[in-house]
């Protein structure tokens, strides 16, 4: 069966600091990987979706970026937080009509 | 921008009775999805429903599809304490697009032991 993991569950970081959060997929291959963002009491928002390695397709303007260095990993970065970068961000994966989500990381920038 | 708009917000019921939470969205779509998140966990996949489908039963879930309104329902019936929870309806951008899925703001609902 398939898994997603995602990586580190918290974290809280200063205005400028940099941020990496990692999400693997398990048992499956060549899926779409996707990084949404989830503001306090508001939907999701897409940020990146990927449909293989090296191809990110971003959705809004914004001060993150995400890479795919491998087929079943999906990286989203910034070189310098905002106060406004702070959120609850799901890595997912997904083949077809159905999207699979990981746990989730919280994100507070101070 | 969001395609899908949940209604209501919030919903509270007592155990037993049934729970409503209606979607609607603005564009043409190929399927329309409906997800559950608990609270500061990530979202988990209910049922899909295709847009040349009208209604969808999955267990104590019921799902219809009004693509002349644009709409959908989500029925609980039974509810139970662990049905607290927020939901979703997701729709992809039609078009052949799909997988990219567009989410709503959610229903909040807490069902009462």
């Known amino acids: 069966s398939q898994t997603i993991h995602q990586w580190p569950a918290t974290l809280v970081q200063p205005v400028g600091s940099p941020l990496s959060l990692e999400c693997t997929v398990e048992g499956t291959s060549n899926p779409n990987l996707y990084w949404y963002r989830q503001a306090a009491g508001r939907g999701l928002q897409l940020l990146f979706y990927s449909v293989g390695i090296g191809q990110i397709s971003s959705e809004v303007p914004q001060n993150l970026s995400a890479s795919r260095p491998q087929d079943r990993q999906f990286i989203l970065s910034s070189k310098k937080l905002l106060l406004s970068d702070s959120g609850f961000y799901l890595c997912?994966?997904?083949?077809?009509?159905?999207?699979?989500f990981g746990e989730g990381s919280w994100l507070t920038v101070v | 921008s969001q395609q899908g708009e949940e209604d209501p917000q919030a919903l509270s019921i007592q155990e037993g009775e049934n729970a409503t939470m209606n979607c609607s969205y603005k564009t043409s779509i190929n399927n329309l999805q409906w997800y559950r998140q608990n609270s500061g966990r990530g979202l988990v996949h209910l049922i899909l429903i295709r847009s040349n489908e009208r209604e969808k039963h999955s267990g104590r879930l019921r799902v219809t599809l009004d693509t002349s309104k644009k709409s959908s329902s989500l029925l609980i019936t039974a509810s139970r304490a662990a049905d607290t929870a927020s939901y979703f309806c997701a729709t992809d951008a039609g078009g052949g697009s799909n997988y990219k899925l567009t989410f709503g703001k959610g229903t909040l609902l807490t069902v009462n032991p």
């Open positions: 997912a994966w997904g083949r077809g009509n159905t999207i699979y």
